[in-house]
């Protein structure tokens, strides 16, 4: 893997005249966090809200008419300026205020990319109240899940994804918000239902941000990890630090820019960057609803004059495998800073893209937890396809061994990152002892992926140190899944793993035992699957399920990914003197 990886070792060079970064080395010696913190008005008085600084600064500068959002899909395009970004979520911080919800509380978001999105979780965050962005793909049991373990206690939802709600079964959900709704379901003692329309344009448009510390709650996004469901990972203001200037750095915006993310803010990437990073810089953001279609996304850079792209190799390797053809019949021109994040860059989706939008792709490593770039690809330096790039300025790598020390270039060991970073999570939410799961070594943060410095100092990915998989850049947990499939009636167990796949990065594959009574058959597989899409989401189907008789386990009764995966991908299993038999 490494040797292949490694192989050939070709450089592409910087050809970014003027990035906002010019000297990499100079950076890292002499850069201070407290540098960036008097940036921010917070730095002069005190008051902190990200949704201030991100929004209500900039509509009270020279850039108030200047336009901060763009929204479009195949039917409508709608512009916001900050100034009126700054109405928009005051009226919903004063809407959610009036309702009662006061500093802390938990807000989620079920809704697909719109307007309404963007405005609703600055919205949120402006009253002071902590947002939850949930994927729309998500099925019931994902939404109850995420809104039961984060005792939420209002919702912002649409007409059409309201029904996959369960919000008798949520004790603490009291208010239910709908976009488009005609009408709405009687409300009872418990949870009330308000039309968006009525509630947000009722309010007021004159809103003080509720003004925080820097260590106020301000996002959640659940998260996969091996075992248990996901685990809410919970952020607090102060992340806008890192987050603003890795916009900068990293992001390389400047004012006349037309940044582009295609990530969704149910994903980290899609908040930290899809709002966050580029508003605190006082971009111009685009965001594109709809599905994945490469004429869309070609013909939206070429229409706006997208010059700053920020997507991922699942993505890049679809738009490869829709062939040249089709980005040749688009002016790509406008394009002058392209990055990937979520998996392993493929070094030949960089070749393919230094051919043919005439880009270096740039590689950035970080995770939810991380809250922004950790390691990446810089405007300024030399890419080696294949590698992850530097730590940035101010935070510091390490590669340890099982027992917590650091290994010299060139070996793989655990990814470490030196406690702590202004945008590392906070807690896990309900589970202090996940959380300090992930800080075994004193003095550093463990990611649970496996990679390795090179002489030069650029990192490499080598893979997960558990069994998280990442298909089509989605974090599945296994566990997640393998519950859900023992809950039809036709399972007696499951055992998922990650299988690897040229386009997706991982499938999802499952080992299924069926109880007495029932026969493997294609129908029962199709049966699965859509049992699994029903439940939680399409991005959790294992696209490939295999009857078995039993599956490995420890003594005490524990599947063994392990096994599973040497079977799958036909490798020695390795030691098996803990198993069952
Ligand atoms: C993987 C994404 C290789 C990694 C922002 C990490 C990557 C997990 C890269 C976090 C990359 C992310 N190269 N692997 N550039 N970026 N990963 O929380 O395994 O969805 O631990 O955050 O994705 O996934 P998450």
Redo the contacts with the bound molecule.
């Keep these: 893997m490494v040797q292949e990886l490694r192989q050939g070792e070709e450089i592409l060079l910087p050809e970014n005249p003027n990035p906002n970064l010019k000297d990499y080395e100079e950076a890292r010696r002499t850069f201070k966090w407290e540098d960036v913190e008097k940036e921010f008005t917070w730095y002069h008085t005190g008051k902190v809200n990200m949704a201030y600084e991100a929004i209500d600064r900039h509509a009270e500068s020279w850039r108030k008419n200047k336009v901060a959002l763009i929204y479009v899909d195949r039917e409508r395009e709608v512009k916001y300026t900050f100034a009126e970004m700054k109405e928009h979520t005051a009226r919903v911080a004063a809407a959610l205020t009036s309702l009662g919800l006061e500093k802390g509380d938990r807000v989620f978001t079920f809704l697909p990319r719109s307007p309404e999105l963007y405005v609703g979780i600055l919205g949120i965050i402006k009253a002071g109240l902590v947002a939850g962005p949930l994927f729309e793909a998500f099925m019931e049991t994902a939404v109850k899940d995420r809104l039961m373990d984060s005792g939420a206690k209002a919702l912002i939802t649409n007409a059409e994804l309201l029904p996959r709600v369960p919000y008798r079964d949520l004790p603490d959900l009291e208010h239910v918000i709908v976009v488009g709704a005609k009408d709405l379901p009687p409300s009872d003692g418990k949870t009330k239902f308000y039309h968006y329309e009525e509630l947000v344009a009722k309010a007021p448009r004159d809103f003080e941000p509720v003004w925080l510390t820097r260590e106020d709650g301000m996002i959640l996004h659940y ?1 996969s990890g091996t075992t248990g469901k996901p685990k809410g990972i919970y952020h607090v203001h102060n992340a806008m630090i890192q987050q603003y200037i890795t916009g900068k750095w990293v992001l390389d915006l400047k004012e006349e820019d037309v940044y582009w993310t295609t990530a969704d803010p149910g ?3 899609g908040t930290s960057y899809g709002i966050f990073a580029p508003w605190l810089n006082g971009a111009t953001n685009l965001v594109r609803g709809g599905r994945f279609s490469p004429d869309d996304w070609y013909s939206t850079i070429e229409k706006y004059r997208v010059t700053v792209w920020y997507s991922a190799p699942t993505a890049f390797r679809m738009l490869m495998g829709a062939g040249e053809e089709v980005a040749k019949k688009y002016d790509l021109s406008s394009l002058r800073h392209v990055l ?6 493929n070094p030949e989706v960089v070749r393919w893209g230094y051919r043919v939008y005439k880009q270096r792709i740039h ?7 991380t809250g922004a770039h950790i390691c990446v690809n810089f405007a300024c330096l030399p890419i080696k396809p294949g590698s ?1 790039g530097k730590p940035i300025p101010g935070v510091e790598i390490g590669i340890l061994d099982d027992e917590g020390n650091e290994l010299p270039p060139n070996t793989p060991g655990n990814l470490c990152i030196k406690t702590p970073w202004p945008s590392m999570f906070r807690k896990v939410w309900n589970n202090e002892a996940k959380y300090q799961e992930y800080f075994r070594f004193p003095g550093w943060y463990i ?3 496996v990679a390795m410095k090179d002489e030069d100092g650029y990192y490499w ?1 080598l893979g ?1 140190a558990d069994d ?1 998989i ?1 298909t089509s ?3 599945v947990g296994p566990f997640e899944i393998e519950s859900k499939l023992v809950e039809h009636p036709a399972v007696m167990e499951a055992g998922v793993i990650g299988k690897p796949d040229p386009e997706r990065g991982e499938i999802i594959k499952a080992f299924v035992v069926l109880r007495e009574g029932y026969q493997p058959s294609e129908e029962l597989k199709k049966e699965l699957m859509e049992f699994v899409k029903k439940g939680l989401s399409a991005h959790a189907v294992p696209r490939e399920i295999e009857f078995r008789d039993k599956l490995p386990k420890t003594r005490s009764g524990k599947i063994v990914r392990r096994v599973l995966k040497a079977w799958e991908l036909g490798l020695p299993a390795g030691d098996l003197s803990t198993l069952e038999d």
């Design positions: 998260s994903w980290v990437t990937s994040v979520g998996e392993p860059l590689d950035t490593w970080w995770m939810t937890e992850m990611s649970g992926d990915f997960r998280v990442k850049g989605y974090r």
